[in-house]
């Protein structure tokens, strides 16, 4: 297992550097890509002075939807523990902030570790969010019955909303958090990015992409933190001539993209499969929660966590995304101070908003067209057009 200081050198990202880097002050730094129709790695050539890319195609003409989604963020980061309620035992998990998809299965490992042992009998899951489901799954594989309570059911769920790179970024403060909670992250990275990569393919939808990331200027020690960058494999950075982008500098690796639709679909279907149970119920307190007859409950509630158990570190950050029709031949990510662009087979995401302690899910008019422009000015500008 790699040390959590190994992993900050890496790809993780905190409130502080993900500011830092969002210019606009709403750049967020998540951005995958698409793939082949046979669903496997579809990876674009080496980068040079002929690399072309097809632009995406702009316009407000072109939109077919606005999302909002609001990210359970503290910046103590994720919260893994256990604690007694009544005569229950009460495992909570939740406040992963932007990486909700990325730390779903090492957290729910992390969880499932802490709240197994020594049971018997059957389970109950609060949440249908990916952390619920990566949650009832675990149980499920660890032999016990599972029976998951939730509000909402994909397709309604912030879970739904989320980007879906493989990416642990925007979801806790450097200066917040401690190192006991830095060894369950670096635990939970660990298991997440494995379990991920043998899941690749369409069933699940999730794929490896190329990342085009604007960087600059490139770093004095850039061949450094390459070597030390496990999980963006292939990073290296491109200068002028090298890219077709209206920058300097830009990093390109390959990640993976999980398409949160297909994935949490199959999810269901899992869990359904192998026996489990989905009832939609609403808890109002922990009253409500210590009535459950399983005597061992798992807290996935994300947001809902503040109002349900009193988490009052747990706060919203707003994020607006925009969508345009699908672009097959779009087959890379882009992401920078203007916002991120990925493809997904149900269209052409652009996102590049941030707000926290913000809890409307209405569209902003004025958020769509700031996105909007801002890609524009890139995607209407690359140097080589394929």
Same mark, same amino acid.
């Given at each position: 297992?790699?040390?959590?200081?190994?992993?900050?050198?890496?790809?993780?990202i905190?409130?502080?550097?993900?500011?830092?880097s969002?210019?606009?002050?709403?750049?967020?730094l998540?951005?995958p890509?698409?793939?082949?129709?046979s669903?496997?790695?579809?990876?674009l050539?080496?980068?040079?002075?002929?690399?072309c890319?097809?632009?995406v195609?702009?316009?407000?003409?072109?939109?077919?939807?606005?999302?909002?989604?609001l990210? +359970?963020?503290r910046d103590?980061?994720?919260?893994?523990r256990?604690?007694?309620?009544? *005569?229950? !035992?009460l495992?909570?998990?939740?406040g992963h902030?932007?990486?909700?998809?990325?730390?779903?299965?090492?957290t729910?490992?992390l969880?499932?570790?802490l709240g197994l042992?020594?049971?018997?009998? +059957?389970?109950?899951?609060?949440?249908?969010?990916?952390?619920?489901?990566?949650?009832?799954?675990?149980?499920?594989?660890?032999?016990?019955?599972?029976?998951?309570?939730a509000h909402?059911?994909p397709?309604?769920?912030?879970s739904n909303?989320?980007?879906?790179?493989?990416?642990?970024?925007?979801?806790?403060?450097?200066?917040?958090?401690?190192?006991?909670?830095?060894?369950?992250?670096?635990?939970?990275? *660990?298991?997440?990015? !494995? !379990? $991920?990569? #043998?899941m690749?393919?369409?069933?699940?939808? #999730?794929?490896?992409?190329?990342h085009? $990331?604007?960087?600059?200027?490139?770093?004095? *020690?850039?061949?450094?933190?390459?070597a030390n960058?496990p999980?963006? +494999?292939?990073?290296?950075?491109?200068?002028?001539?090298?890219?077709?982008?209206?920058?300097e500098w830009? !990093?390109?690796?390959?990640v993976?993209?999980?398409e949160?639709?297909r994935f949490?679909?199959?999810l269901?279907?899992?869990i359904?499969?192998a026996g489990?149970r989905?009832a939609?119920?609403?808890f109002?307190? +922990?009253?409500?929660?210590?009535a @459950?007859s399983e005597s @061992?409950? $798992?807290?996935?509630?994300g947001?809902g966590?503040r109002?349900?158990?009193?988490?009052q570190?747990?706060?919203p950050?707003?994020g607006?995304?925009?969508?345009?029709?699908p672009?097959?031949?779009?087959?890379?990510?882009?992401?920078?101070?203007?916002?991120?662009?990925?493809?997904r087979?149900?269209?052409?995401?652009l996102?590049?908003s941030?707000?926290?302690d913000?809890?409307?899910?209405?569209p902003?008019?004025?958020?769509t *067209?700031?996105? @909007?422009?801002?890609?524009?000015?890139?995607?209407?500008n690359?140097?080589c057009?394929?």
């Amino acid at each position: 297992m790699r040390s959590a200081a190994a992993w900050e050198s890496g790809p993780l990202i905190g409130r502080r550097q993900f500011v830092a880097s969002a210019g606009l002050g709403a750049a967020a730094l998540v951005l995958p890509g698409c793939t082949s129709p046979s669903g496997q790695r579809a990876l674009l050539p080496a980068a040079g002075p002929s690399l072309c890319l097809p632009p995406v195609k702009v316009s407000r003409e072109r939109v077919i939807r606005e999302l909002v989604g609001l990210r +359970p963020y503290r910046d103590g980061g994720f919260v893994v523990r256990a604690e007694t309620l009544a *005569d229950k !035992r009460l495992v909570h998990n939740y406040g992963h902030g932007g990486a909700g998809i990325t730390l779903s299965w090492g957290t729910s490992r992390l969880a499932t570790e802490l709240g197994l042992q020594g049971h018997q009998g +059957p389970v109950a899951v609060l949440g249908a969010g990916v952390i619920g489901l990566t949650t009832a799954r675990l149980v499920q594989e660890a032999g016990f019955p599972v029976t998951i309570y939730a509000h909402s059911l994909p397709p309604y769920t912030t879970s739904n909303i989320a980007g879906g790179q493989w990416l642990p970024s925007y979801y806790y403060d450097g200066g917040s958090v401690t190192p006991e909670w830095r060894i369950q992250n670096a635990a939970a990275i *660990d298991y997440a990015y !494995r !379990r $991920f990569q #043998i899941m690749v393919g369409q069933a699940y939808g #999730i794929r490896w992409v190329t990342h085009f $990331f604007e960087a600059s200027p490139r770093p004095p *020690d850039a061949g450094l933190i390459a070597a030390n960058s496990p999980t963006r +494999p292939g990073l290296k950075w491109l200068g002028p001539g090298e890219h077709p982008f209206p920058m300097e500098w830009v !990093r390109q690796y390959q990640v993976m993209f999980i398409e949160p639709h297909r994935f949490l679909t199959r999810l269901m279907q899992d869990i359904r499969g192998a026996g489990g149970r989905i009832a939609v119920r609403s808890f109002q307190s +922990p009253a409500d929660v210590a009535a @459950l007859s399983e005597s @061992l409950v $798992f807290n996935c509630t994300g947001l809902g966590s503040r109002a349900l158990f009193g988490d009052q570190d747990l706060r919203p950050v707003r994020g607006q995304l925009v969508v345009l029709p699908p672009q097959p031949e779009v087959n890379y990510a882009y992401s920078g101070r203007g916002g991120y662009m990925f493809p997904r087979s149900d269209g052409i995401i652009l996102g590049g908003s941030y707000g926290e302690d913000e809890w409307s899910t209405v569209p902003d008019p004025a958020t769509t *067209d700031r996105i @909007l422009a801002s890609h524009q000015g890139v995607f209407d500008n690359l140097a080589c057009k394929g």
